[in-house]
Each structure stands twice: as structure tokens, then as C-alpha cells.
């Protein structure tokens, strides 16, 4: 099954990506529920392959042992264009039913796999590519979050102001989008050692991402970015003509828009400023034993420093429940919003980020706040609980939050919860879905999402190597 049968036989699912619709029993069954036969697959990786048999001989259980055998792979299998050109890997990695390449979604699709990278060049070189992309993505244009393969193709948003530039499919403007193309290139080489994609380009994207998350801090005030859409959806683009709500200088960086692709309330995004923090040492490090630049690592030491400080000065807050927690957006001006969403990374997703330990206070308060009903976006109905997110409105969950939920969980009990629900949630497809209804997990949106179906492939396997026995009893 190839990509588009794979499109044409989720159609009738839905409309729209963003449309919710009752399924009857009978359509259901039309949901792609099996991988692509082998000469229709994108990618083939051998070492994918051998860790699908070996990871599934474990689970006892035959319907999470199906959902791991579909979605651990389904990065490769469907949205995978990889080619090269005179001996340059280039890898572009489509989010799903969307056809344009996220920064955040291709770096978090591709990240199990790089502990194969070592038994498997073929895999290497794929990841390889796609740090070569993703640089060249960010020269393009450091404040757009999604791409097109074909730069001379139209983009669907050519209406928002500015118009993107080719190439380019939005131009939403996302701290962690920039984040993520750090973390997949300090992934990539502690997995391999390798230096071979770190080269002048990717260089110069690095002094680039730097750049904009420093003009992003805007001490003056003043930012070149703004961002208007003509749409219905107020979470669509920031107020005031597109520059968002007033603050005032935080030493964090400024982003309009969430993971979720949402505009903020509040510019400060404490989790992706946190993720920001991280980045930057990363980059600090490889730019000092890779690139051997003593200025870029001066350049984000220091950033991360100011911005550190800005999100323990501002970025957290006392809560009437559960005391001091990290707020999840603020203004410099006092003003806070309590509450997480779905979207990597969130307040949840901390530890998971190899940010905090799952001992430190902050976030064990932080967690059980994001967990409770007052976070307003924690949801409970019939068919499930978990976050969900302003994207798909008060009544659906995300089982990417369920799956978050369970890799950041020290308790067995816990995790075991979380894989009973993403067992009795995937509405017959033994796939992932972006959210289901809280009362019938028939109720979903996008049939075909990459992100959530590696995310619970990742999920299986870190239990297959830290908790096999969860496997082998559910």
C-alpha cells in the first residue's frame, strides 16, 4: 500500500484534518489497519526490521503487539522521500495526511531510531540526510515551522501576511521548531560520532537559529515577525495585527505560536524556553569539540544563561493546589496561564526531554497538576482521560498525551493504565490518532499521524528494555 492508497483509503474518514466525524462500525473496518506490503514501503531498514521481530515476540498481549508492529514503523513505511545528490544524502519526512515536512514532527518521528543507527548505514545515512535538510530549512527561513518538498509548489497559506516564500508551506513562528533541528543533530552524533553533515551550511544554520533566538529575546522591543491569516479560528494567529499580546523583556524568548501550531496567550512559553535552555548547551557543546568556534560557544552559553534566569525569575508560579509549579505561558508582567497541552514539549513531557529528573520537585508538583482536573485541558469522559489541546477543542484527548503520560511514569500501575486506554482508544485501526472524543474514541481526528504512531513504537521499546515484564503480563 502506498502513500496515496494509504491517503485514498483514509478519505472517507474525514474531510478535513481538523473535522470530526462519527464512524459507524462498518467504516471503521476501511481504516488502514496493516503496514504496506514490502515493495510499497518508503524506507526499508533492516535493523527496524529485526527489532520489530524481537520487540513483538515479548508482547503477550495480540492487540498492543499489532499497534507496535504498525506504528513503530510508520515513519519509514509512509512518509519517507530520501535521495542523493552527488553523494549529499537529502531526507524529507512528511508529517502524515499533511504533505509538508514540520521541523518538530520529522526530528520527533525519526527519534527511536537512532539507537539502531550503529547497526544499520542505510538508517544512518537517512538521518543524516535529514540533518542536512532540516539546515538548509532553517536558511530558507529561520521562523517557518513547516516545508515543501518541491519549492517551486504554491503554498496553501499564500494568503497570510507575509506570504511564505517558496518553499515554505506556514511560517508560524515556534521556539521548539528550531529546538528540535538542534536536538536531532546532537542526537545523531552521540549516536554515531560522525561529523560528516556538520559542515559550513549546517554551520551557518547554527549561527542563523542562534541569531533569530536572540533577535526573539527582543530587548529593544522590537521584532521583524508578525504573522496575520485571514481565518475563523482565533487560535490561528496572534492578536494586535499579528504581534501577539504586550510584554516586557525576559531574557526569554519570544514565540508566537505553541507546539500545537496554536498562537500563544502569553509569549513566554515556559516548556519551550526550557527546551531552549537545553538546546543551546547542546549546541554549546558541539560547537565546541565539532566546529571548534569559540564565539558561537561564548554566543549560547550566555543565551542560555539569560534565558535560564528569565524562567526562574518569571516562569513559575504559586498554585492554590499544588504550590509552586512552572506556569505554562507568561508575560514578564505578571500574568500566567496554569495548564499544559498535548503537544511536545509540554509541562509533562520534562523528563521525557531529558530536562528535569523525575525526583525534582518542580516537576513532580508540576506533573501532578498537569495530571488533575485543574489543568483545563486535562480531559475525562467515557472512552478515556488525558490532555488534550485548544487545536481540537474541550472535548478530545490526545493519545499522544496518554503515551507522554506512560514515558514519563515511574509507576507500573500507571503505565499499565496508559496502555489499556491507547489498546481500547485506537478505534479499531491499530494506528495512533491526533485526538478521539472523550465519549467515543470512534470520534478521531487524523487517521495518519506520524509523530503519535513513533511515539508509541518509542513507548513499547523503552518498556521492552526497562520494564519487560509489563510486556509479557498486560
Not at 521541523?103 to 542536512?132: C, F, M
Not at 536572540?214 to 491569516?229: A, C, D, L
Not at 569559540?294 to 498554585?319: D, Y
Request: hydrophobic content about 35%; glycine content about 4%; aromatic content about 12%.
Amino acid at each position: 500500500m502506498n502513500r496515496r492508497k494509504f491517503l485514498a483509503r483514509t478519505a472517507a474518514f474525514t474531510a478535513s484534518s481538523f473535522i470530526f466525524q462519527h464512524r459507524s462500525i462498518a467504516t471503521m473496518m476501511m481504516v488502514p489497519n496493516d503496514r504496506p506490503e514490502p515493495s510499497q514501503r518508503r524506507f526499508v531498514s533492516q535493523a527496524v526490521e529485526e527489532t520489530i521481530n524481537r520487540v513483538s515476540s515479548s508482547i503477550r498481549n495480540p492487540e498492543l503487539r499489532r499497534l507496535f508492529e504498525n506504528c513503530y514503523p510508520n515513519t519509514l513505511d509512509t512518509t519517507v522521500f530520501y535521495f542523493e545528490e552527488k553523494g549529499i544524502e537529502d531526507t524529507f519526512i512528511i508529517t502524515g495526511d499533511i504533505d509538508a515536512m514540520w521541523l518538530r514532527d520529522s526530528t520527533a518521528q525519526v527519534w527511536p531510531y537512532l539507537q539502531l543507527l550503529h547497526n544499520d548505514e542505510a538508517l544512518k545515512k537517512l538521518i543524516r540526510g535529514l540533518v542536512n535538510r532540516q539546515a538548509a530549512c532553517v536558511l530558507l527561513d529561520p521562523y517557518a515551522n513547516s516545508f515543501y518538498r518541491d519549492a517551486s509548489r504554491p503554498s496553501a497559506w499564500s494568503s497570510d501576511q507575509p506570504a511564505p516564500k517558496p518553499g515554505v508551506h506556514e511560517r508560524k513562528w515556534e521556539v521548539d521548531s528550531l529546538c528540535y533541528v538542534i536536538r536531532l543533530a546532537y542526537g545523531y552524533w552521540k549516536a554515531t560520532e560522525d561529523t560528516t553533515p556538520f559542515d559550513d551550511r549546517w554551520k551557518n544554520a547554527m549561527q542563523t537559529l542562534v541569531q533569530t533566538f536572540k533577535t526573539e529575546q527582543r530587548r529593544n522591543g522590537y521584532s521583524p515577525y508578525r504573522f496575520k491569516r485571514v481565518t475563523s479560528a482565533m487560535e490561528d494567529a496572534p492578536v494586535h495585527d499579528g504581534t501577539g499580546r504586550p510584554a516586557r523583556y525576559t531574557g526569554m524568548i519570544y514565540s508566537m505560536f505553541r507546539p500545537s501550531d496554536d498562537a500563544t496567550l502569553y509569549p513566554f512559553s515556559i516548556p519551550s524556553n526550557l527546551f531552549a535552555v537545553q538546546s543551546l548547551q547542546q549546541l554549546e557543546e558541539m560547537a565546541l569539540k565539532v566546529l571548534k568556534d569559540s564565539s558561537l560557544v561564548r554566543e549560547c552559553n550566555t543565551l542560555a544563561a539569560e534565558i535560564n534566569a528569565g524562567i526562574q525569575k518569571f516562569g513559575k508560579g504559586i498554585h492554590p493546589v499544588f504550590g509552586e509549579i512552572y506556569a505554562y505561558e507568561v508575560d514578564g508582567l505578571g500574568n500566567k496561564i496554569f495548564m499544559d497541552d498535548a503537544n511536545v514539549p509540554s509541562l509533562l513531557s520534562l523528563t521525557y526531554l531529558g530536562i528535569h529528573k523525575p525526583s525534582d520537585e518542580i516537576y513532580r508538583r508540576t506533573r501532578e497538576f498537569v495530571l488533575s482536573e485543574e489543568n483545563p485541558w486535562f480531559i475525562k469522559g467515557q472512552a478515556g482521560e488525558g490532555i488534550g489541546s485548544p487545536h481540537t477543542g474541550k472535548e478530545h484527548i490526545w493519545p499522544m498525551s496518554i503515551i507522554m503520560r506512560a514515558l514519563t511514569s515511574q509507576r507500573d500501575e500507571e503505565i499499565l493504565f496508559c496502555l489499556n486506554q491507547l489498546i481500547e482508544t485506537h478505534a479499531g485501526s491499530y494506528f495512533m490518532h491526533e485526538s478521539f472524543h472523550k465519549d467515543d474514541a470512534s470520534r478521531f481526528s487524523r487517521p495518519w499521524f506520524a509523530w503519535a504512531n513513533t511515539l508509541l513504537g518509542e513507548l513499547i521499546l523503552n518498556l521492552y528494555h526497562q520494564k519487560p515484564y509489563l510486556l509479557k503480563n498486560l
